[in-house]
T-cell receptor, first 114, second 113 residues
Framework: KAGVTQTPRYLIKTRGQQVTLSCSPI?????VSWYQQTPGQGLQFLFE???????NKGNFPGRFSGRQFSNSRSEMNVSTLELGDSALYLCASSLDGDSGQPQHFGDGTRLSIL | GQNIDQPTEMTATEGAIVQINCTYQTSGFNGLFWYQQHAGEAPTFLSYNVLDGLEEKGRFSSFLSRSKGYSYLLLKELQMKDSASYLCAVRVVTTDSWGKLQFGAGTQVVVTP
């Protein structure tokens, strides 16, 4: 069974640009969560999608947005990039985000802002 | 708000036992997960506790006390490959939050020969 796939693995952008990251969950998983990981802040929750609807949201500005498609694939968009957005962006999927179901993480997209 | 605390770093010798503590103050607690993350890799699921008590999985065990807001991950018979960051994550369910995970900053475990 294929794991969670994130593309691209690495990305370099400049301030002010926008970026779209992609996540394909494990087959059959309908919940997709996004996280930002930095050395100083650790893993910070961005948002979670389930059945094409945003079900949970973290404390990030509106420049961070996402969506989920009918096949459960998800995209995350960051507009007007800032230097502080440099981070590893991780996507995680689970069956339906319920109770003790663990989230399975992809390898992440490492975003660098110049 | 949510507050999850775990030590920054722990060092132990190969073959020894290490206990990583995690304390949390959170409303809407609905379970606690432990993840392992090797440098440059994705976090991988280790264990889940929602009721008080000990869950054992081979060399790894995890304990939860909901009344004390406390959990620990016990790593036995340490191996060099156990050198990694260990993340404590609390699942929160409230009126405006359905099952999102809040992570601690992680504990870097260094295993020495």
């Amino acid at each position: 069974k294929a794991g969670v796939t994130q593309t691209p693995r690495y990305l370099i952008k400049t301030r002010g640009q926008q970026v779209t990251l992609s996540c394909s969950p494990i087959s059959g998983h309908r919940s997709v969560s996004w996280y930002q990981q930095t050395p100083g802040q650790g893993l910070q929750f961005l948002f979670e999608y389930f059945s094409e609807t945003q079900r949970n949201k973290g404390n990030f500005p509106g420049r961070f947005s996402g969506r989920q498609f009918s096949n459960s694939r998800s995209e995350m968009n960051v507009s007007t990039l800032e230097l502080g957005d440099s981070a590893l962006y991780l996507c995680a999927s689970s069956l339906d985000g319920d109770s003790g179901q663990p989230q399975h993480f992809g390898d992440g997209t490492r975003l660098s802002i110049l | 708000g949510q507050n999850i605390d775990q030590p920054t770093e722990m060092t132990a010798t190969e073959g020894a036992i290490v206990q990583i503590n995690c304390t949390y103050q959170t409303s809407g607690f609905n379970g606690l997960f432990w993840y392992q993350q090797h440098a440059g890799e994705a976090p991988t699921f280790l264990s889940y506790n929602v009721l008080d008590g000990l869950e054992e999985k081979g060399r790894f065990s995890s304990f939860l006390s909901r009344s004390k807001g406390y959990s620990y991950l016990l790593l036995k018979e340490l191996q060099m490959k156990d050198s990694a960051s260990y993340l404590c994550a609390v699942r929160v369910v409230t009126t405006d939050s359905w099952g999102k995970l809040q992570f601690g900053a992680g504990t870097q475990v260094v295993v020495t020969p």
